[in-house]
């Protein structure tokens, strides 16, 4: 029978070319000599739609902005700016709309070719009237006030942060990525200030104006600066000068985390050098740490921006906390080349950015290449996250359409940060990892300082495979879901029968690899799985008789619900591979989710055995946050109190047993979140008031503010109250504006609380929003939903509010810091009855409320 995967003539190509969905956009090439440009203009409408975006792909190239920006003492006086945007036209017949998201109000003057114009603005856009355009090469000159909401100004530094579109918040651009421009910048700061752009230092002149020189090409949404009182470190790596600005007061992180800073990033350059055939492609290789940034990180061309506490650790810090930050500066390293040398089309395909960047820093960690680290940090990284998503209601798949980059944030979650990769993989264990390789630097070279879509890199991967990537790419790439696995093991058989449907009931296949161990009294036997059909026979090793059972997915990579035999599930730590135990812990968890396994009571037991003898860092954060979200989530409040006493012992007992500081906190960490009985919260507290962490657990001042909060939240009764005190301990600035806005959302006092709800209602007291949705956390914890259910509704009335004035991730995790935690049908049925309020809601938000509710909707069934 001839595989499904295998090519089948010019039927195979049109079924790709279906599967792919054909590109909007000519290639990078093509756009710059074809398609004569229309004359109508199309309509002025809000954001940046689609049909504008293609209009002025065909009619404008050669874009630059030079712009100047005077940035004041105060944070609540304007920046004062004045752009120059240059361009070319090949057809001036109809007006040019320029993107700029302010108030009619901050626009003062406009000149068009040396001429000065009335400024028509409306919809979000600066018209520019045909009239006083050319066929050719034209100039426009804006003086205006600059738009703060993407500006993200603080007293004493500001940064910007511009995807997907917000560049036109700050300045009239155009706001697409397939426009890419030099930016000359020029920057007047208070004294003291240090600035870091795109490009490299020009100088400052007599005004004190530091200038940077024009930056490469670049999209729109990666052009950024920083300022403030940072401090400027210096160092040549590899005979490349990097520059790390900061603001990390805590001499032990610094002196720590410093030199493994500029140390991974140097080692991620070179393989990715190596790995891409490229040499890195852009003018400098800078860096910046921004206190509560609202990403790990952003790939800003020339100046990377990260959050701070992802680079800073201390001595305590787990090998989890080391290999995320290895991953996250390796993982923002790759969008240099993928990403920033060649951007995507259109915003549908943000995906294939991070996808990339995300598969290229899980190759590229040198210290885990030997053992099995990385491939754990994959599993335990990438797949319960992309289930949390594929197992709702409402699931998206990779790649979405978008008709207005208004709408982009939407498409940014689980799926393209943590399902793609899993995609990616499947794909190069397809086609082998040489070719994949060469095809990637095939698409890379073609398409270097443009633009590309999905359908273009798949065109190239097809010619370096023999398999037939249409009908791979439409079900992984075009469509939500998973896939749940079945077997049968009859006794005395000499061979496995392994069957796979779709869980939504369709008709479709997830072509796929994995390996199932069969356990032998003799030992285990790892036996490769080639998931081509919906059922597969896998031979058994001959001469060993019938295992006494099977693990499927032994190394984690397969994708889908994989059944869990009892014996497995009753003999957890029997299981030597710690890989072998994550993808367990996992599919063990997926299984009481979907009502097919152990109920949850049953599965938080075999889990508080597994305590005893796992000593994994990361299989330990991975066992104890399932633990947690059993405890808290599934399992009635009156069995959660029967429990607790038990719960808390096992989880100190597990803490004292390991061997190193690292594993011993994330237990800690664990009983942290789980205390509940007075006793147990006794003893947090004089852990808190002395200062002195238990055994050999290293607690920073990070981690005494979180015990502070985690006391605070449980209306802990201290002599003296016990948040005022940790906010007189702490000494770092920025640390200290953090808990004071926190404190209100943990007061003791109902009437506080509701007062600090109501104060989100303002955009105004959103700006930071890491801090909003940690509040959210504590506000709606377990503890306190009896007081917090109420804020439910507006809660989600303001998600659309939300969505329009935050960052990309921030309507997200607005609904997974509110709805994250409860379990009751009043909490249910609050959301369904919103949903049934709001027919037409926006599809993107319907699917986020829907993802974020689904453990709600299930934990209402669960804990019946």
């Known amino acids: 029978m001839i595989s499904t995967y295998r090519k089948y003539g010019a039927l195979g190509g049109l079924l790709l070319a279906a599967a792919c969905q054909r590109a909007t956009y000519p290639t990078a090439k093509a756009a710059d000599t074809t398609l004569a440009a229309p004359v109508a203009a199309p309509p002025v409408v809000a954001g940046v739609s689609r049909e504008l975006a293609e209009f002025r792909k065909q009619t404008i190239t050669r874009v630059a902005y030079d712009l100047r920006l005077a940035v004041p003492g105060s944070k609540a006086d304007p920046v004062r700016a004045e752009e120059t945007v240059r361009f070319r036209l090949r057809d001036a017949r109809a007006p040019v709309q320029l993107d700029f998201k302010g108030q009619a109000s901050q626009l003062h003057t406009l000149t068009i070719n040396g001429q000065p114009a009335t400024i028509d603005y409306r919809q979000e856009h600066l018209v520019l009237p045909a009239a006083a355009l050319r066929v050719g090469d034209n100039e426009v000159k804006i003086s205006l006030d600059a738009g703060d909401l993407s500006l993200n100004r603080n007293a004493d530094y500001l940064y910007t942060l511009l995807v997907p579109d917000r560049a036109r918040t700050v300045v009239p651009v155009f706001d697409q990525p397939n426009l890419k421009a030099t930016f000359a910048l020029a920057l007047t700061v208070p004294p003291g200030w240090k600035t870091v752009a795109n490009s490299r230092w020009a100088g400052t002149d007599s005004s004190k104006t530091v200038q940077y020189i024009p930056s490469d090409s670049i999209s729109t949404y990666l052009f950024s600066f920083a300022a403030g009182k940072f401090k400027r ?227 190239i991967l097809d010619a370096h495979t023999p398999a037939d990537l249409a009908a791979w790419n439409q079900v992984w790439v075009n469509q939500p879901g998973r896939p749940v696995f079945d077997y049968e093991l009859p006794a005395g058989a000499s061979q496995l029968v392994i069957r796979q449907h779709a869980e939504d009931g369709s008709e479709r296949l997830w072509p796929q690899q994995f390996r199932v161990l069969a356990m032998y009294p003799s030992g285990p036997v790892e036996i490769p799985v080639n998931m081509t059909q919906r059922e597969v026979t896998v031979p058994l090793p001959t001469g060993k008789g019938t295992p006494r059972y099977v693990l499927l997915n032994s190394q984690g990579l397969g994708y ?209 929003e890491a801090w909003v949705q940690s509040a959210l956390g504590y506000l709606h914890h377990p503890l306190r939903q009896a007081t917090s259910e109420k804020y439910l509704p507006a809660s989600l009335d303001l998600l659309q509010e939300i969505q329009q004035t935050g960052d990309i991730f921030f309507p997200a995790g607005w609904l997974q810091a509110t709805l994250g935690s409860y379990q009751s049908p009043a909490a249910a049925r609050t959301v369904r009855e919103f949903l049934a309020a709001h027919p037409a809601y926006n599809p993107q938000l319907r699917n986020k409320l829907l993802q974020a509710a689904d453990d709600l909707f299930r934990a209402e069934k669960l804990t019946m």
């Open 233 to 459: 470190v210096t160092q040549q790596v590899n005979g490349r000068a990097m520059n790390f600005l900061h603001r990390e007061t805590d001499s032990a992180k610094i002196r720590l985390s410093m030199p493994v800073i500029f140390r991974l990033h140097g080692e991620a350059l070179s393989f990715l050098e190596k790995y891409t055939g490229i040499p890195y492609p852009f003018q400098k290789f800078d860096f910046t740490a921004i206190p509560d940034f609202q990403y790990g990180g952003m790939e800003h061309v020339g100046n990377i921006d990260y959050k701070a506490s992802s680079l800073f650790l201390d001595e305590g810090a787990t090998k989890d906390q080391l290999l995320a930050r290895q991953n996250l500066i390796g993982h923002e390293t790759a969008h240099m080349w993928f990403g920033d040398l060649v951007t995507m089309q259109w915003f549908n395909d943000v995906w294939m950015k991070e996808v990339f960047a995300n598969f290229m820093a899980d190759k590229m960690n040198p210290e885990a290449s030997a053992g099995p680290a990385q491939l754990l940090k994959f599993v335990t990284d990438h797949y319960p996250a992309a289930y949390a998503v594929d197992r709702t209601a409402g699931a998206n798949p990779i790649r979405q359409p978008l008709e207005n980059l208004q709408d982009a944030g939407s498409l940014y979650g689980n799926i393209i940060y943590h399902k793609a990769p899993i995609m990616m993989r499947q794909l190069e264990l397809l086609m082998g990892e040489q070719p994949f390789q060469e095809g990637v630097q095939e698409y890379l070279k073609k398409y270097a300082h443009g633009n590309a879509t999905w359908p273009d890199l798949i065109t």
């Open 560 to 768: 889908g619900v994989f059944p869990v035999a009892p014996q497995a599930a009753d003999h957890l730590a029997s299981l030597a591979d710690p890989v072998a135990r994550a993808s367990t812990y996992i599919a063990l968890y997926e299984n009481m989710l979907a009502g097919r396994g152990l109920a949850p009571r049953p599965l938080l037991d075999r889990y508080l055995a597994q305590t005893t003898s796992e000593t994994n860092d990361l299989n330990i954060k991975l066992l104890t946050g399932q633990l947690s979200a059993i405890f808290w989530q599934f399992l009635k409040p009156a069995e959660r109190t029967a429990l607790a006493p038990a719960m808390e012992k096992a989880l100190w007992q597990a803490m004292l047993t390991q061997q190193k500081p690292g594993e011993q906190k994330l237990y800690f960490k664990a009983y942290q979140s789980i205390a509940l009985t007075p006793a147990a919260q006794k003893r947090l507290y004089q852990i808190w008031q002395t200062q002195k962490a238990p055994a050999l657990v290293k607690l920073t001042e990070d981690d005494y503010t979180a015990l502070a909060l985690a006391l605070a939240v449980r209306d802990y009764a201290a002599p003296q109250p016990i948040l005022p005190q940790q906010l007189a301990r702490i000494t770092n600035v920025d640390r200290r504006q953090r808990l004071e806005f926190l404190m209100p959302a943990l007061s003791s006092d109902v009437a506080v609380r509701d007062q600090f709800f109501n104060s989100l209602k303002d955009e105004k007291n959103r700006e930071k």
